[in-house]
């Protein structure tokens, strides 16, 4: 497999209604290597966040091949699944899902409670974290106490906290203003480039895309093509 994570072969994804079966995913086939920055756009109904969701293991494909890391993730029991996406999927959503009555400090702690670590090597690992995303002064704050940008750069931190494969993003700036979402693309790249994290995110935004290294189209569930981005 080489450097490839992510392997992706004549996926199907189909949900039931009723005595009625709609297609939402056509015969998709993408590789996704250790260490990419990935796009995905299309309209709405396009099956972009479909297929985010089966690459974290939310969902299941109807049929095809879903490899990651040479493990097929489709095959695993719902418990396994849950493991492990605990253990490889780090999760950056549009509107933060932060805990109202958490500190940002306890927030960015809730992934980690579902490891063996001691409370000493938690606090060790959040503080650096929260730090990492210039936050180490906000620790102690609330989410209605902190700023747009900075709820999601609690999340960012969240997310990367247990130093995932993969970080999944859907529509992470999409409830920003201009200069926040700016100040979360430069967080992505920089955990992208720097820290060599492989990034999965999901946009309507066009200059949110370009942030990646690639940028793949998808419409009525089909892969319509693939661009590099400048």
């Not at 940008?149 to 999944?168: E, F, K, N, S």
């Not at 992470?172 to 979402?181: F, M």
């Not at 066009?206 to 569930?221: Q, T, W």
């Amino acid at each position: 497999m080489g450097n490839t994570l992510v392997e992706i072969k004549n996926l199907v994804k189909t949900y039931t209604r009723g005595d009625q079966e709609v297609p939402v995913l056509r015969d998709i086939t993408l590789s996704i290597d250790r260490g990419d920055f990935i796009s995905l756009m299309g309209p709405s109904g396009s099956g972009k966040s479909t297929l985010l969701n089966l690459i974290a293991g939310i969902d299941k494909p109807t049929a095809g091949i879903l490899r990651i890391d040479g493990e097929d993730i489709s095959r695993l029991s719902e418990g396994q699944l849950a493991d492990w996406r605990a253990s490889n999927i780090g999760f950056i959503f549009q509107f933060y899902n932060l805990m109202p009555v958490l500190t940002a400090y306890e927030n960015v702690e809730l992934p980690l409670l579902l490891t063996n670590l001691s409370k000493a090597e938690r606090k060790e690992r959040i503080e650096m974290t929260l730090n990492m995303v210039g936050l180490s002064d906000r620790m102690d704050h609330y989410p209605n106490e902190l700023s747009g940008g900075q709820q999601q750069r609690v999340a960012i931190a969240r997310a990367i906290v247990t130093d995932p494969t993969i970080l999944v993003c859907d529509e992470p700036t999409g409830d920003l203003d201009k200069q926040s979402a700016s100040d979360v693309l430069g967080m992505l790249k920089q955990l992208n480039q720097e820290l060599g994290k492989t990034i999965i995110m999901v946009t309507h935004d066009v200059h949110a895309a370009e942030a990646a290294k690639r940028i793949v189209h998808l419409e009525k569930g089909e892969l319509l093509g693939e661009v590099t981005s400048p």
